[in-house]
């Protein structure tokens, strides 16, 4: 079942559901606008001229540098991770599940490529894999609501909490 504006304002009042910081007008009809902030991570020069990057052997950490900045330009093509304000905190029984915003990706953004999943129990900010799809190079700035997330209950609580089992939701 999946949380209404109703559901959610009720979860956040009994503490269930924690997003902070947060203001009230960034719940929608069944999910929660989450703003970009200014934390960024773009390829390294050396993966982008060789052409080919072997994943087995190279992490995320490893291939990208990281810059803090108001405002970014995504060249038509170009991808980069960023990261929300909001830290998400959810109970081992309920899981969260990020979307881009219709106004953004009618204009060619996409903030997920496929790691939408928040997982049950997880206690962090959200990674976007950001990627202009358009073909005008497009400017993101810190604040921007550019992603939401939608809530939906897990039958049975989790065993494996993700703010204790996930390797990078532990260092966030």
Known sequence: ???????I???MKEGKLRIRPFKKG???PASVDLTLDNKF????EKYIEGGMVDLSKVSFRD?????????IM????????GITKEKITLPNNLMGRLEGRSKYARMGLAVHITSAVVQPGSDNHQVLEIRNNAPFSIILKE??????VVFSEVRTPTSKPYRKVGKTAVKQ
């Not at 079942?1 to 559901?7: E, V």
């Not at 991570?41 to 390294?44: P, V």
């Not at 291939?63 to 405002?71: I, L, P, S, T, V």
Request: charged share 30%.
């Open 74 to 81: 995504l060249l038509p093509g170009e991808m980069c991770l």
């Open 9 to 11: 304002k009720k979860w």
């Open 41 to 44: 991570w773009f390829f390294k």
């Open 63 to 71: 291939a990208m540098k990281k810059m803090k900045a108001k405002k």
């Open 26 to 28: 960034q719940i929608g």
């Open 1 to 7: 079942m999946f949380l209404s504006d109703k559901d």
């Open 143 to 148: 604040g921007m609501r550019i992603s939401q």
